[in-house]
């Protein structure tokens, strides 16, 4: 994958988008990430059953923000702060990796 020179973003098919950020431990990265695929997985079976796929689009958001991919950029927050993001992230989506 490639990464853009200053390292905040991933290049995609020729589009940018912001990465996830460097200091999330391993595991509480691949925790995150599985909640984040659950949670796609949850909108897409919504969509197709004809039901209100809100709440699980309201896990992927706070999936991505934990990750640093949404909400403020990771490079600007304090180590405090980014580690506060994710923890809060895996108690939102009921993680327990931290």
């Known amino acids: 994958m ?3 020179g200053d390292g905040h973003y991933v290049v995609i098919s020729g589009r940018r ?8 431990p391993e595991d ?5 990430r599985r909640a984040l695929m659950a949670a796609r997985r ?3 079976r919504a969509l197709r059953s004809g039901q209100d796929p809100a ?3 309201a896990r992927v958001q706070a999936a991505k923000v934990a990750l640093g ?3 403020t950029p990771w490079w600007e927050q304090t180590p405090a702060e980014r ?4 923890e809060a992230g895996l108690r ?3 993680s327990g990796a931290c």
């Open 42 to 44: 949850d909108v897409g």
């Open 92 to 94: 939102a989506l009921g």
């Open 55 to 57: 709440p699980a689009r």
């Open 17 to 24: 988008w912001r990465a996830t950020d460097p200091a999330v």
């Open 83 to 86: 580690r506060a993001r994710w």
């Open 69 to 71: 991919e949404r909400g």
């Open 28 to 32: 509480v990265a691949a925790a995150l």
């Open 2 to 4: 490639e990464h853009t």
